[in-house]
């Protein structure tokens, strides 16, 4: 028997609340409206009134619309099928191709126990320099990728897409414009990989509370990949659009803001996306990039801010080159040591010299002499940036050692590097 | 007492109830199929009841059952603590993985002490003695320690024995003892008892005032900004500053008997790498692993925001309930902010006006109280047991002018503040040496350290001005100051904490290095040109560096050390 309820007692903004008993948290409904169904989500419980954020939006919803409680969270259709495929942030897909048929899987799953993690050990080589050598990539890690609108960060993301070695690759795009998500399927398509990619695409013009269910999707489905034994990478962008539709359900909500308008509890709803991120022992792993562009080039905007504090590390992408200062994988440790002996120690000395190098920039433009040492350092950075830093390098990890080695031994004498003077003997490029 | 939901919002639930409530006890918010959610009165207007939910409040409904009962949020002490890793509710996660796989269940709880392992006990106490809160009534072994059987700490009247089971073995639940009070009730003891995680735990004659250095091995915290046993300090630093590094490298390496990790709403891969490695490291001091010294309590991010708020506390009562014992506890609490936040989420959800940011009113005063738990405590019997407290804060955008830094800079006694500059330029361990402080004394003579630190602050300021007037403009005698606090900084304070020899130098060879690098920066280098100048501390610092790198007692060791020497000897000249 179907229960329809259609005394909805108030509709503002996206979240339309009704007069119904019976119904559970979290749990999903569908609105019928003149514009057709839509899916809703119970985000509040108040005696017998029930609020409701309306996927679709509550454009055309009228007061005695009718409103079925399916009594389940949210789902997505788990199966093969999937792959290859783009949908919506209703899970509807958005291809012109027919439903899938699967197992159904609830999102938001609960949290995984700590104790049946692995450590995290295995590097994701991506030929990049300046992910391989300074901050390497490793499996289950969760991290993202700071940057600013204008920036190459959806290309960054689809050539690490492509170019790491991962057996499934899921993509969310939040707030995407309809280009981008051409770009990324061309590329995937180009790149051969489409076959193995899943897309659940929400755009600019779609509605907004379909972008909050984007990356639920995607982990969801990524999650239960991976407890199948595979090796998943999740490729999320931008978070931004999805906490300023936090910010934009919370404020209906009449939710006290915390900072800046987010809602309070924005870094939980950050990290309970971003802790899905996973190494399972005895299974498979999901590993999570993230694109956060900062408003207005601001890492204290409570976006980058919180995200920086769930994340393990990120990458600052700005002026089309990944930022040697502030980029940090924090897992790299778990895998750098185990590469070459030199790894570390090339990329400690690398980025300190690089540091000192800019200090000597700052003084030659503000018309200072230049000692010796100056000149050894301004040399060096060109160097770096000219060998190492520029992003259309694609060298395997030994190689981008070995030139690293080749550039401090152009510039600089051993004891200089700071290196210590084991390992500098060991490599130290010979005739040089 | 039972009441009815009406309201859910978020991990807030608003029950309806008739009768006795007692705030702050602990409740179930019954799901319709049966699943019981631990929940917290939080406050009570009329016949409402607001409960704070533990756990994920999918499927609650309006007309579902609470139960209602009357103890406070409490955990369980006794033999067995040691080695568990629990959440912020003390359930053992190992055991739950045991019964219900990779995911955690809502409403399934585990008991928090093994109740099946059986314990030497040896009882102490004789009948006819009178003991009160505290005393210890026998003793079992547990791992490195003695672990104390205590008469309950509830009772805080004189209680008579009335009988104590002989020696043997016994499990935490079978009684081991009668006490009988004033009016002749009986009580019946077990090796655990329950105490309310938000009550401070000190059964003790006094404070005292805690003086004795808690060396952790870091050289920047031990010789420049030291912390002591009994003690807080706190470590505010934005996101990649190395907060967590630190705590672990001091989890790891700080010379105490117990340390409670409280991993409150940080990511769960920190967790797993303490909970893979610590089996593995061998204690030098005991010979033992050092997971058989620790307790961690891990509430990561994605876990249910309320069990956050109780995590810092569950962690505190365990590591207030060793300190009972005579033994020196540390709490690591990392982020204390992710807890502040829950309160914030809380606080939000009760619809409470509003403080600075949005946190509530009570922040700092909940911080202070917190802290306080932290003292060296005369016993009873004399003993002397240490609790000490670290914090972590992560302040928003790294921006120190924040509600939890400040009120936490209030009630700490060292502040080891990281900057981002200094982690960007891989200065690690990234704690700032010119805003940083302490008020304890440490194991470096505190006139020296002085000097180092004007040294410090004298260098940075003739850094500042060379960035004005180059180098060309500044005088050889504040061109060679920041050579030398530039030495210092690179020999002493930073450390290469994924090195084996430079991660941890005990205390002995800090002082050590101290006088050498002391040694160093007093030499007057004499009438050099800036280049050879800067030549000679560049070389004295790789000599150095090199020293750190070796291990005491290597031959390598005593070539560095020698060349130091003769660096000092010849004031940094080769001889001809």
Redesign the interface.
């Known amino acids: 028997m179907r229960k329809y309820f259609d005394s909805i007692q108030r509709i503002a903004g996206n979240v339309v609340t009704v007069r119904a008993?019976?119904?559970?948290?979290?749990?999903l409904a569908i609105i019928s409206t003149s514009r057709g169904d839509s899916l809703a989500q119970v985000i509040?419980?108040?005696?017998?009134e029930v609020s409701l954020q309306v996927f679709a939006g509550s454009q055309g919803v009228s007061n005695n619309d009718r409103v079925r409680f399916l009594h389940r969270?949210m789902q997505v259709p788990f199966s093969e099928a999937l792959f290859g495929r783009v949908f919506d942030g209703s899970a509807r897909p958005r291809d012109g191709r027919g439903p899938v048929e699967g197992t159904p899987l609830d999102i938001?799953?609960?949290?995984?126990?700590?104790?049946?993690?692995?450590?995290?050990d295995r590097m994701i080589a991506t030929g990049i320099p300046m992910i391989d050598v300074f901050n390497t990539l490793v499996e289950?890690q969760k991290l993202p990728i700071f940057s600013v609108a204008g920036e190459p960060y959806n290309e960054l993301l689809a050539r690490i897409g492509l170019q790491a070695d991962a057996d499934i690759i899921i993509l969310g795009g939040m707030g995407l414009r309809h280009d981008d998500y051409l770009k990324f399927r061309n590329a995937f398509e180009e790149g051969g990989v489409l076959g193995r990619a899943i897309l659940f695409i929400h755009t600019a013009a779609d509605p907004v509370v379909e972008c909050l269910m984007v990356p639920d999707l995607c982990l969801a489905v990524g999650e239960q990949l991976a407890?199948q034994g595979k090796r998943v990478l999740v490729l999320l962008t931008d978070m931004t659009a999805f906490a300023d539709a936090l910010k934009e359900i919370a404020i209906t909500m009449e939710?006290?803001?915390?900072?800046r308008g987010y809602?309070?509890?924005l870094?939980?709803q950050l990290?309970?996306r971003y802790?899905?991120a996973?190494d399972?022992?005895e299974?498979g792993s999901m590993t999570v990039l993230a694109c956060v562009t900062m408003p207005g080039d601001d890492?204290?905007?409570?976006v980058p801010?919180?995200t920086?504090?769930?994340t393990?590390?990120?990458f600052y992408l700005r002026n089309g080159r990944i930022e040697p200062?502030?980029s940090?994988s924090?897992?790299k440790?778990q895998v750098n040591?185990k590469t070459r002996d030199d790894h570390?120690a090339i990329m400690?000395a690398c980025?300190?010299l690089y540091?000192l190098c800019r200090?000597s920039r700052?003084?030659r433009d503000?018309?200072?002499?230049m000692?010796?040492?100056d000149r050894k350092l301004l040399k060096y950075g060109m160097l770096f940036e000219r060998k190492i830093m520029d992003l259309s390098i694609n060298i395997p990890l030994f190689d981008a050692l070995d030139r690293c080695w080749r550039i401090l031994a152009d510039c600089f004498d051993p004891?200089?590097t700071?290196i210590?003077?084991a390992i500098s003997e060991r490599h130290w490029p010979k005739g040089a | 007492m039972k009441g009815k939901i009406v309201s859910v919002f978020g991990s807030l639930v608003i029950a309806e109830m008739e009768g006795r409530v007692v705030q702050n006890s602990v409740g179930h918010c019954v799901r319709s199929d049966g699943t019981r959610l631990l929940s917290e009165v939080i406050r009570v207007r009329g016949q409402l009841a607001d409960l704070q939910v533990f756990e994920e409040t999918r499927g609650l409904r309006a007309g579902d059952d609470v139960e209602f009962g009357s103890e406070m949020l409490s955990v369980v002490l006794g033999p067995g603590l040691l080695g568990q890793i629990y959440d912020g509710l003390q359930n053992p996660l190992p055991q739950l993985a045991e019964q219900v796989g990779y995911f955690l269940k809502p409403g399934l709880y585990i008991h928090g002490l093994p109740t099946t392992i059986q314990w030497e006990f040896t009882p102490t106490a004789r009948p006819g003695d009178i003991v009160s809160a505290g005393d210890t009534l026998g003793t079992v072994p547990e791992g490195i320690f003695t672990h104390r059987i205590m008469a309950p700490f509830r009772h805080r009247e004189k209680l008579t024995v009335e009988k104590v089971v002989p020696a043997g073995r016994y499990t935490v639940e079978d009684e081991i003892a009668v006490l009988a009070d004033a009016a002749g009730r009986n009580v019946s003891v077990s090796m655990q008892q329950t105490w309310p995680v938000k009550l401070a735990l000190n059964v003790s004659r006094r404070r005292l005032m805690p003086t004795d250095p808690l060396v952790t091995r870091v050289r920047i915290i031990d010789s420049v900004f030291p912390i002591v046993r009994g003690g807080t300090y706190c470590i505010p630093g934005p996101f990649g500053a190395g907060k967590t590094v630190l705590q672990q490298i001091i989890s790891r390496y700080a010379e105490i008997d117990v340390v409670v990790i409280a991993a409150c709403g940080e990511r769960a891969g920190e967790v797993v790498e303490t909970l893979r490695d610590f089996p593995k490291i061998i204690d030098p001091r005991t010979g033992r692993s050092l997971m058989e010294r620790t307790i961690i309590v891990c509430n990561t991010s994605a876990m249910p925001v309320a069990a956050r708020e109780a995590s810092v506390y569950t962690g505190a009562t365990m590591a207030e309930y060793y300190r009972q014992m005579g033994l020196d506890v540390l709490l690591l609490a990392d982020s204390t902010s992710r807890w502040a936040q829950a309160m914030r989420e809380l606080s939000g959800r009760l619809e409470e006006i509003p403080g600075e940011e949005a946190f509530p009113a009570y922040l700092e005063s909940r911080i202070a109280a917190f802290y306080e738990r932290a003292g060296t405590i005369e016993l009873a019997d004399g003993r002397r047991g240490s609790l000490t407290i670290g914090g972590t804060v992560s302040p928003a955008g790294g921006n120190f002018e924040e509600p939890v830094t400040q009120g936490t800079l209030k009630v700490v006694g060292a502040f080891l503040g990281l900057s981002r500059g200094r982690s960007d330029a891989r200065r690690f361990p990234a704690i700032d040496p010119l805003d940083s402080w302490s008020k304890y004394r440490g194991i470096i003579d505190p006139d020296k350290v002085a000097r180092m630190r004007r040294l410090l602050a004298q260098g940075n300021d003739v850094r500042q001005m060379m960035t004005v007037v180059g180098e060309e403009g500044t005088s050889a005698e504040d061109f060679v100051v920041a050579l030398k606090a530039e030495f210092f900084d690179q020999c002493i304070l930073q450390q290469n904490a994924f090195d084996d020899v430079d991660g941890a130098t005990p205390a002995e060879r800090q002082r050590f290095m101290f006088e050498k690098a002391c040694q160093i920066i007093d030499l007057e280098l004499g009438q050099l040109d800036k280049s050879h100048l800067r030549e000679l501390m560049v070389r004295a610092a790789d000599l150095f560096r090199n020293w750190n790198y070796a291990a005491e007692g290597t031959e390598e060791y005593d070539r560095w050390l020698q060349e130091i020497d003769r660096f000092i000897a010849d004031r940094g000249r080769p001889r001809p």
């Open positions: 008993p019976d119904v559970g948290y979290d749990e509040g419980i108040e005696r017998q969270p938001g799953s609960p949290v995984i126990n700590p104790v049946r993690r692995r450590m995290p289950s407890l939710q006290i803001p915390s900072n809602p309070g509890d870094y939980t990290a309970k802790e899905k996973v399972f022992d299974a890492v204290t905007h409570p801010d919180n920086g504090y769930i393990e590390g990120q200062f502030g940090l924090r897992l440790q040591g570390r400690d980025i300190q540091a200090e700052e003084k503000m018309g200072f002499e000692s010796d040492w004891a200089e700071g210590r003077r």
